[in-house]
Nanobody, 125 residues
Framework: QVQLVESGGGLVQPGGSLTLSCAVS????????MGWFRQIPGMEEREFVG?????????HYADSVKNRFTISRDNAKNTVYLRMNSLKPEDTAVYYC?????????????????WGQGTQVTVSS
């Protein structure tokens, strides 16, 4: 059984930084595409944030977070991270990690078969 557990969310001031973690079990994260999405309460769709492909060959980020957010993996811990710098109030959302096997490109949330429970990120002064 595949399980993803996010952690690391919280309240941060504009311009601050936060690192989210996604611990994976039941699937080898390094061999799969791992994506991060976010969802604002009341919105139906999850917005693509970024993804890292199998064996870290490729990464892709939404324009809104490019050069501010970075995805990385710790293969020994089977964990994926989302480092968020220069946070803005519009980054406030529930952040989800997901995996879609080895599909690439990875911007379509509908291709993901497993998701974590989400972690709240609030950017506010």
């Amino acid at each position: 059984q595949v399980q993803l557990v996010e952690s690391g969310g919280g309240l941060v001031q504009p311009g601050g930084s936060l690192t989210l973690s996604c611990a994976v079990s039941g699937r080898t994260a390094s061999r799969n595409t791992m994506g991060w999405f976010r969802q604002i309460p009341g919105m139906e769709e999850r917005e693509f944030v970024g993804a890292i492909g199998p064996f870290a060959v490729s990464t892709h980020y939404a324009d809104s977070v490019k050069n501010r957010f970075t995805i990385s993996r710790d293969n020994a811990k089977n964990t994926v991270y989302l480092r968020m710098n220069s946070l803005k109030p519009e980054d406030t959302a529930v952040y989800y990690c997901g995996t879609n096997g080895m599909r690439w490109p990875a911007q379509n949330a509908g291709t993901y078969d497993y998701w974590g429970q989400g972690t709240q990120v609030t950017v506010s002064s």
